[in-house]
């Protein structure tokens, strides 16, 4: 089952990232990071169109060269989220889904996205999807997302705290799902307390009542948050 509509990914990319400044061009494997976030989200079958929306006319150009579509500004975007939002703009009700595609990630997995795009096929009730997977490692670390869910994959709560109290842990993939009318309700809300505190930009639209739910995969895989992580042994998931 895949959406009744094409999917747009977008990877909202920007050279001021606050742990990891220029982060989208650095080398990975000699070639720069966003390269391989395009890469594997083009080998996603169910992804209709994949597109890069970045402030940065230096993160336009890689994007450019590698033939996908920029949309450029969102200086003043508060989230990834909201970037992707703006650069829907007059598209949005073109999409079934419109993909958030967190532009850290060299090692994504192509099923995964593809299984995003059909969890949200067979459910309907859902305004937005993610992705979770069993966490390895400390869950203390607060550079790893958790995420607490109910019986049937809806969210609870997102936290860079160790929860559920005593586990089983959950971490959250960077890969969001937004129904059309989600994406519009999310750029219009308010930044909330919680978001604020945790720096979570999902938690503005759960807070605000939204179906949000986060379906397992059996795996993580690498993303680059530090320096150490383009190091060798980086693309290790978990």
Avoid at 17 to 40: F, N, S, Y
Avoid at 148 to 154: F, Q
Avoid at 178 to 188: C, E, I, M, S, T
């Amino acid at each position: 089952m895949s959406a009744s509509g094409p999917v747009v990914a977008v990877i909202p990319a920007r050279l001021a990232a606050t742990r990891l400044p220029q982060k989208p061009l650095l080398p990975v494997q000699g070639r720069p990071l966003l390269l391989h976030v395009i890469e594997r989200v083009r080998a996603a079958s169910l992804v209709s169109d994949v597109r890069v929306a970045t402030p940065d006319p230096e993160i336009a150009a890689v994007a450019v060269g590698a033939g996908v579509r920029v949309w450029l500004g969102g200086a003043d975007a508060r989230t990834g989220s909201d970037r992707v939002a703006m650069a829907a703009g007059d598209e949005l009700g073109s999409a079934a889904l419109w993909l958030n595609v967190q532009g850290d990630q060299p090692w994504l997995d192509p099923d995964a996205v593809d299984a995003l795009v059909q969890a949200m096929a067979r459910t309907p009730e859902a305004d937005v999807g993610t992705l979770r997977a069993p966490l390895t490692g400390p869950p203390e670390d607060r550079a790893r997302v958790k995420v607490v869910c109910d019986p049937r994959d809806r969210a609870l709560w997102f936290s860079r705290q160790p929860v559920p109290t005593g586990g089983p842990w959950w971490l959250h993939l960077g890969v969001y799902a937004f129904r059309p009318a989600a994406l519009r309700r999310f750029a219009a809300l308010p930044t909330s307390a919680h978001e604020r505190s945790e720096s979570l930009e999902q938690l503005r639209i759960l807070e605000d009542g939204a179906a949000v739910y986060a379906f397992p995969w059996p795996r993580a895989w690498g993303a680059v948050d530090v320096p150490s992580d383009l190091g060798p042994g980086a693309g290790a998931g978990g």
